[in-house]
Nanobody
Framework: QVQLVESGGGLVQAGGSLRLSCAAP????????MAWYRQPPGKGRELVAK???????YYVDSVKGRFTISRDNAKNIMFLQMNSLKPEDAAVYYC???????WGQGTQVTVSS
């Protein structure tokens, strides 16, 4: 079992910023691609961004230029810096070991207009 723990969600006004964190076991973190997903109310879970162990990143079009994914392999933590938040970014955000069944418990992001 791989335990992932997200934190950093909250309530923010449109245009504001939040930084999410995901702590992962050091035994695997350094060698795997990590991902952020989100699940808006009433919708399915969707990919937001990925980052490889070497730091190569991928973003879905809707967050490009506003979100930044990063990782600290020494501390086994992944981040998602979210700027210029929009109401449509509101969701439960999850971290994931890419392609695996391992998910965190999620952290709620609420964006008020």
């Amino acid at each position: 079992q791989v335990q992932l723990v997200e934190s950093g969600g909250g309530l923010v006004q449109a245009g504001g910023s939040l930084r999410l964190s995901c702590a992962a076991p050091g035994s695997i973190f350094r060698i795997v691609t990590m991902a952020w997903y989100r699940q808006p109310p009433g919708k399915g879970r969707e990919l937001v961004a990925k980052i490889t162990s070497a730091g190569i990143t991928y973003y879905v079009d809707s967050v490009k230029g506003r979100f930044t994914i990063s990782r600290d392999n020494a501390k086994n933590i992944m981040f998602l810096q979210m700027n210029s938040l929009k109401p449509e970014d509101a969701a439960v955000y999850y971290c994931n070991v890419d392609g695996s069944p391992y998910w965190g418990q999620g952290t709620q992001v609420t964006v008020s207009s």
